[in-house]
């Protein structure tokens, strides 16, 4: 036994009477942020509380805000690292999910194999997960405004080879770029409700098949397709679900506004995006800390 490790437990939940479970080290998590998770867990107020999921949605501090604020993760070691990092858990009964508060967006980029890599090695793979990030939220935007309003910025060989892929598609670059994207989302979710052992193998085929087949019938360009691709493999890189989930979201709004205002739309939702997360609170801590 670890003296240092409390565990505080109270039931929520008017009529399944759920018990919750609060860990943490004493002395490495601070005293307001013990007192602040169990004050807004005691204000809770439901009939039942079926999972952690229930619990995040009452704790943060801002409801419509896609970015998750709390860490959910089924492994041991992950929470066992964010109680010597002094955090606190939340455990549901019944539930294999615990949350972890607070939470900063560097967090949802950390893989927990990072945790046994060495610095060099660790430094290297998560800068090129926060560049992949930023590729498969701005690409199919960028893509868009510069084919639609800036192709200036390409080179010349390159434009009039795109132009060239894109005689006879009845549609314009952004309405392209967004069916794709939904097609693949569909795919995707497919996968993901179909049995492991087929899921992945139908979703990858079918992303072959749909593909070719929608260049060879002249609805999309050889172009978009590449760029979907390229967007989808950056997406696969974070490690968090909830964060990329997020993100996918925020890459419509991202190719709206490019195809509307060029790069200046791409630029303005960053800016956006970068004010919001800039915002953003999680159980009262910073988003962005440190």
Do not use: N
Request: glycine content about 8%.
């Amino acid at each position: 036994p670890i003296p240092q490790l409390w565990i505080e437990t109270m039931t929520l939940g008017r009529l399944s009477r759920t018990q919750i479970a609060l860990l943490y080290l004493k002395g490495l998590a601070r005293d307001k942020l013990i007192r602040e998770v169990r004050s807004r867990l005691q204000q809770i107020d439901i009939d039942g509380v079926l999972g952690t999921g229930y619990i995040e949605d009452f704790i943060k501090d801002s409801p419509f805000s896609p970015f998750p604020i709390a860490f959910r993760t089924e492994r041991p070691d992950k929470v066992t690292g964010a109680l010597l990092e002094g955090r606190v858990a939340i455990m549901v009964g019944g539930s294999p999910f615990a949350l972890i508060v607070p939470t900063e967006l560097p967090m949802f980029m950390q893989a927990p194999d990072d945790y046994f890599e060495p610095l060099p090695i660790g430094a290297f793979i998560r800068l090129l997960r926060y560049a992949a990030l930023i590729v498969s939220l701005i690409l199919p935007g960028i893509y868009v405004g510069v084919v639609t309003f800036h192709p200036e910025l390409l080179p010349t060989t390159l434009f009039l080879r795109i132009i060239s892929y894109r005689e006879g598609v009845p549609f314009p670059v952004v309405f392209e770029m967004l069916l794709l994207e939904l097609i693949f989302e569909l795919l995707r979710e497919a996968g993901l409700r179909l049995p492991p052992a087929i899921g992945s193998a139908i979703s990858i085929v079918g992303a072959l098949i749909l593909g070719d087949a929608a260049i060879r019938a002249g609805l999309v360009s050889p172009g978009v397709v590449i760029i979907v691709a390229l967007t989808a493999i950056a997406g696969f890189t974070t490690p968090s679900y909830s964060l990329s989930i997020a993100f996918r979201l925020l890459r419509f709004t991202y190719t709206i506004l490019g195809a509307t205002f060029g790069l200046f739309g791409v630029q303005f939702a960053l800016l956006l995006t970068i004010i919001h997360l800039c915002s953003l609170r999680t159980v009262g801590m910073p988003y962005l800390s440190p």
